[in-house]
């Protein structure tokens, strides 16, 4: 016995006319603002610090970080710095007295000669290596009884 099964296809064609269906209207709504959050700038570390005062001595030991980047905001490379110049001077004097550093120092020790009763001021600015030196850092004072 044989069977023959016959598929059929139907074809049906719609034709639309564009003119009935209305175009959909996208309307763009930005996104809301943020509120913007405003957070206080941290309080700027000190370039140059007294880590240590021996007033038996009349000594004082500076300490100073590697400045990693230049007054304009442009990195500074290990390599380009030459060294630091720190000055100081007996408060309410004019003269500094400037000491010169090499570059892989972060501290000096300073001994003074006269020291009991006296008020020392210090700063630091670093040299590259096109001695260009840098704007001198706040001024610390370290007073001796």
């Given at each position: 016995m044989?069977?023959f099964?016959s598929?059929?296809?139907?074809?049906?064609s719609?034709?639309?006319?564009?003119d009935?269906?209305?175009?959909?209207?996208?309307?763009?709504?930005?996104?809301p603002?943020?509120?913007?959050?405003?957070?206080?700038?941290p309080?700027?570390?000190?370039i140059?610090?007294?880590e240590?005062v021996v007033?038996?001595?009349?000594?004082i030991v500076l300490?100073?970080?590697?400045?990693?980047?230049?007054?304009d905001?442009?990195?500074l490379a290990?390599?380009?710095?030459?060294?630091?110049d720190?000055k100081?001077?007996l408060?309410?004097t004019?003269?500094?007295?400037?000491?010169?550093?090499?570059y892989m120092?972060?501290?000096?020790e300073?001994?003074?000669l006269?020291?009991?009763?006296?008020t020392?001021?210090f700063?630091?600015?670093t040299m590259?290596?096109?001695n260009?030196?840098?704007?001198?850092?706040?001024?610390?004072?370290q007073?001796?009884e």
């Open positions: 044989l069977f099964v598929y059929l296809r139907f074809s049906c719609f034709n639309v006319l564009a009935f269906i209305p175009e959909p209207e996208f309307v763009f709504i930005p996104p603002e943020p509120e913007p959050i405003f957070i206080p700038a309080e700027p570390e000190p140059l610090v007294i240590e007033p038996s001595l009349c000594t300490t100073w970080d590697f400045p990693y980047s230049r007054e905001g442009s990195d290990l390599y380009e710095i030459k060294g630091y720190i100081y001077r408060k309410g004019f003269d500094y007295t400037n000491i010169l550093v090499d120092v972060t501290s000096y300073i001994q003074f006269e020291c009991s009763g006296n020392y001021e700063a630091i600015a590259d290596i096109d260009l030196t840098g704007e001198y850092s706040d001024i610390i004072e007073a001796f």
